[in-house]
Each structure stands twice: as C-alpha cells, then as structure tokens.
C-alpha cells in the first residue's frame, strides 16, 4: 500500500499516530501465540483492525506528554478478543 502524504497548509501530519497501535500489535501477538488454529494474514489484518477501532483512540505527535494511560492493557487484550471472536464467526474475505 502506498503511504498518502499527510499535510494541512504545508505541515507535515504524518508523525501524528494513535498511540494504541503499537501496544495492540504487541498484544495482538501475545494472544496469536496462544491459538491452536492458524489465522491468515487478512484475519490478522481484520482482527488488528477492529481492535483498534473497539478501543479509544489516543493519538500523540513527537513532544507530547502523557500523564497518564486510561487505555488499560486488559481493556485492549478484552477488544482484540472481542475482534477475533467477530472474524472468526464472520470472516470478511
């Protein structure tokens, strides 16, 4: 997939990102470890996908300080379990 540019009036926008993507990933990977089937990568894609849409989204630009996380790693682990529940009962390809 190409990457858009991202810019209003001339500022680069594309560093802003949801603070929730990296953190879903490195739980996404913990729980694919623990299935027995194998998913392919469209329902990884799918599962990470409305993961992060179940979830409140937190997004920071470089510079900004977080002084605190309201974004529990058991409230993301409880979305990605919801997610995989939802693609394995209705796969989307």
Do not use: T
């Not at 739980?27 to 329902?43: F, H, M, N, R, T």
């Not at 993961?51 to 529990?72: D, F």
């Amino acid at each position: 997939m190409k990457e858009e540019k991202l810019a209003a009036r001339g500022v680069d926008l594309s560093s802003i990102r949801n603070k929730n993507e990296g953190r879903v990933a490195r739980i996404l990977e913990e729980i694919l470890g623990e299935e027995a089937e194998p998913l392919d990568s469209l329902d990884i894609q799918d599962i990470y996908a409305l993961a992060l849409n179940l979830l409140p989204a937190r997004y920071r630009q470089q510079g900004s300080i977080v002084l605190s996380e309201p974004v529990k790693d058991a409230h993301i682990e409880s979305a990605i379990r919801r997610a995989m529940r939802s693609v394995k009962e209705r796969p989307g390809h």
